[in-house]
């Protein structure tokens, strides 16, 4: 099995920053696509950035400019550094990794969520 942890999320006022972490460990043999998505209340969970293994990088329009995804694939783990945050920024973040196991499986995994609260 593989097990995601998060760390990083808080209270920050408007125009702050946070910076989220996510390591992985367990039974793991590569790494390929590494995420985050975020859920406000009330609605639906929504693509944040997606880092590849070789550092090819997605976001989504509402935060290029302000976050930066970035990974350490020695460390199995995902950043996203957040600057400029808005109260619209507000939400439960979940990093998600695509996982090839030692196991030769091929599978999503989720972490437990980290709440980000941008408020004055």
């Known amino acids: 099995q593989v097990q995601l942890v998060e760390s990083g999320g808080g209270l920050v006022q408007p125009g702050g920053s946070l910076r989220l972490s996510c390591a992985a460990s367990?039974?793991?043999?590569?790494?390929?696509?590494m995420g985050w998505y975020r859920q406000a209340p009330g609605k639906e969970r929504e693509l944040v950035a997606t880092i590849s293994r070789g550092g090819t990088t997605n976001y989504a329009d509402f935060v290029k400019g302000r976050f930066t995804i970035s990974r350490d694939n020695a460390k199995n783990t995902v950043y996203l550094q957040m600057n400029s945050l808005k109260p619209e920024d507000t939400a439960v973040y979940y990093c998600?990794?695509?996982?090839?196991?030692?196991?030769?499986?091929?599978?999503?995994?989720w972490g437990q969520g980290t709440q980000v609260t941008v408020s004055s």
């Open positions: 367990g039974s793991i043999s590569t790494i390929f696509e």
């Open positions: 998600n990794f695509y996982v090839h196991t030692t196991s030769s499986e091929l599978s999503d995994y």
